[in-house]
T-cell receptor, first 112, second 115 residues
Framework: QKEVEQDPGPLSVPEGAIVSLNCTYS??????FMWYRQYSRKGPELLMY????GNKEDGRFTAQVDKSSKYISLFIRDSQPSDSATYLC????????????FGAGTTVTVRA | GAVVSQHPSRVICKSGTSVKIECRSL??????MFWYRQFPKQSLMLMAT?????????EQGVEKDKFLINHASLTLSTLTVTSAHPEDSSFYIC???????????FGPGTRLTVL
């Protein structure tokens, strides 16, 4: 069993739709949860960072963490064609060693 | 945000040759740098963690004699793939951290193709 599971998709939605992405994990020690966006042939860029359980909102993006279920989500409202990318979840157990465990990434296409 | 560069962005080499990839933090000093590899449609897999002036820490299953990492300064780390083989073909990505776990910035990646 992989430490972090993420459905690779692909996921195709019309412009303006809500994109829903999620990851499950097995390591209960994870406390730091991140979502990265990666465009084709580019390095990942940090979108959202959450510590422990709860919700965090930043513009059109909302991240949710449910540690009891070992489940995290990312929602993108009013999706735009420019949101088309691969979204990777990542997590870590401590804030000191910076070692991240990544999901496989979900490829999202927003159709104009 | 902070900028991390990688050079080259793409390299094609013959089997048996060595390839060096540079990772630079352009506008900050990176206490720690990381090297990942990513196969198509797969996740980023951490290969090693390096701190300036000390030996790199390799993840289980990564051959330290094949993937040589040098972190000579707070802004530069290099990864050398020695005696490259076709199975080493992959996308290699570095990241650099200036402090917190949310302050890990990724380079644009290097596409290595070994013929």
């Amino acid at each position: 069993q992989k430490e972090v599971e993420q459905d690779p998709g692909p996921l195709s939605v019309p412009e303006g739709a809500i994109v829903s992405l999620n990851c499950t994990y097995s390591n209960s020690a994870f406390q730091y949860f991140m979502w990265y966006r990666q465009y084709s042939r580019k390095g990942p860029e940090l979108l959202m960072y959450t510590y422990s359980s709860g919700n965090k909102e930043d513009g059109r993006f909302t991240a949710q963490v449910d540690k009891s279920s070992k489940y995290i989500s990312l929602f993108i409202r009013d999706s735009q064609p420019s949101d088309s990318a691969t979204y990777l979840c990542a997590m870590s157990g401590t804030s000191n060693d910076y070692k991240l465990s990544f999901g496989a990434g979900t490829t999202v296409t927003v159709r104009a | 945000g902070a900028v991390v560069s990688q050079h080259p962005s793409r390299v094609i080499c013959k089997s048996g040759t060595s390839v060096k990839i540079e990772c630079r933090s352009l506008d900050f000093q990176a206490t720690t740098m990381f090297w990942y590899r990513q196969f198509p449609k797969q996740s980023l897999m951490l290969m090693a963690t390096s701190n300036e002036g000390s030996k790199a820490t390799y993840e289980q299953g990564v051959e330290k004699d094949k993937f040589l990492i040098n972190h000579a300064s707070l802004t530069l780390s290099t990864l050398t793939v020695t005696s490259a083989h076709p199975e080493d073909s992959s996308f290699y990505i570095c990241s650099a951290s200036e402090g917190g776990i949310d302050e890990q910035f990724f380079g644009p990646g290097t596409r290595l193709t070994v013929l």
